[in-house]
């Protein structure tokens, strides 16, 4: 364990969770409550979950912990710069953003907006807040297609949907930040979240859902086949090869990101993943053995933007930190995911469609705001229209 890694014991710092009524984001808010932390969750409920707000809050008043909800929008820049003011943020967690692949591919300019612009104005409220520290959730599409499994840091990041740009553009903003300001920061590149909290408060409850093994529970408990996108990749049995990971799991390793210090450490990204690959085709397979049902596959075309194999080393977290990932067995993982489909509340079924928007529009809103920027170079300024004129 890297001797720069420290446990906060009894913690009075409040740390700022965007996104915190997502998936990812209830569970780590949880994880922080449980850990001593003060939490301030900042959504705009486009894709967050009431719910998971309110037994969040049910949990920090059993804690004796602190837990605030602040509603709004982080292309409100007011807004956004009153809740470091009134709230005293030590660090923040940053999970707001649109996170489909395919939709991406779909609505490029929405996703730029809300994943990168609104990443700038995060950045430049807390320079102007003095907040020293983001951990920042990044993810695995930003290797595209890797030449060589189990993936590690230094493997080329070549996206290959917008979606995984924008998130290696996150990346590389806040190293500019952190060059000029010098903003602490961890950025986590995860590969497929799954399963349910281990309480069984908190999964995932995304309407329309996208992803596998929520889908195929959903599809195989009312006797439909499981719909798999393509089964032509180069893999065992044609289907993509996935690395799945805990929900549980990643809370804890965002905890630990907060509690890490040492220069060797810090300001780096690492993977995080089980470090095991499952191709959908056997997952399908799994669902059935832990609902004791027979699934069905149903084989349609490839979905855009999808790479064939995905697997993490998180070698690199694990000798900074001691991590592990200890809740990832793909039983278990599968086991509290159909435990949560049986006990979920209404709301997750209540639709979150993307908001219509004017593409172009967004587009001239983006040129606008990086114009405006001074501190993101102008080679990744052209890059980034480029690409979103070409996405």
């Known amino acids: 364990m890297n001797k720069g890694f420290r446990k906060k014991e009894n913690s009075k710092d409040t740390v700022l969770v965007t996104g915190g009524a997502g998936y990812i984001g209830s569970v780590t808010a949880r994880e922080l409550l449980d850990n001593g932390y003060d939490v301030v969750v900042l959504d705009n409920f486009v894709k967050g979950r009431r719910f998971a707000v309110q037994r969040n809050l049910s949990f920090a008043r059993e804690k004796d912990k602190k837990f605030i909800l602040e509603e709004g929008d982080m292309g409100d820049t007011d807004f956004l710069g009153e809740v470091f003011v009134r709230r005293r943020i030590g660090a923040v967690i940053?999970?707001?953003?649109f996170i489909e692949m395919s939709e991406?591919?779909?609505?490029?300019?929405?996703?730029?907006?809300?994943n990168i612009v609104n990443t700038i104005h995060l950045l430049d409220s807390m320079v102007e807040a003095g907040v020293k520290r983001i951990i920042f959730s990044s993810?695995?599409?930003?290797?595209?297609?890797?030449?060589?499994?189990p993936i590690r840091e230094d493997a080329p990041a070549r996206p290959i949907n917008p979606y995984g740009y924008t998130k290696l553009t996150m990346e590389r903003m806040i190293r500019n930040y952190h060059d000029r300001f010098g903003l602490e920061w961890i950025a986590f590149r995860y590969f497929n979240a799954a399963g349910a909290s281990l309480d069984g408060k908190l999964g995932e409850a995304h309407f329309p859902e996208s992803h596998l093994i929520p889908n195929a529970i959903d599809m195989a408990s009312?006797?439909?086949?499981v719909k798999i996108f393509g089964k032509d990749y180069d893999t065992a049995d044609g289907t993509c090869l996935r690395d799945f990971i805990s929900i549980s799991d990643l809370a804890r390793a965002h905890r630990f990101a907060l509690e890490l210090t040492g220069k060797e450490a810090i300001n780096r990204p690492y993977n995080l993943g089980s470090g095991k690959g499952f191709t959908v085709g056997t997952i399908v397979r799994e669902v059935g053995k832990a609902m004791g049902i027979k699934t069905?596959?149903?084989?349609?075309?490839?979905?855009?933007?999808?790479?064939?194999?995905?697997?993490?080393?998180?070698?690199?977290f694990r000798r900074a930190t001691g991590w592990e990932p200890r809740d990832s067995d793909i039983g278990m993982?599968?086991?509290?995911?159909?435990?949560?489909?049986r006990h979920r509340p209404k709301e997750t079924l209540e639709n979150k469609p993307l908001p219509l928007v004017d593409e172009?529009?967004?587009?001239?809103?983006?040129?606008?705001?990086?114009?405006?920027?001074?501190?993101?170079p102008q080679t990744l300024k052209n890059e980034i229209l480029e690409k979103l004129n070409h996405s």
């Open 94 to 97: 940053h999970f707001a953003a």
């Open 296 to 316: 069905g596959a149903q084989y349609v075309d490839r979905r855009p933007g999808d790479p064939d194999k995905l697997v993490a080393s998180s070698e690199a």
């Open 139 to 149: 993810s695995a599409a930003v290797y595209g297609n890797p030449a060589t499994v």
């Open 333 to 341: 993982i599968l086991r509290t995911a159909a435990e949560w489909y």
């Open 360 to 376: 172009e529009e967004i587009a001239g809103k983006i040129r606008d705001e990086l114009t405006r920027n001074r501190v993101i």
């Open 222 to 225: 009312r006797g439909k086949k």
């Open 104 to 114: 991406s591919v779909q609505r490029p300019a929405l996703y730029f907006y809300n």
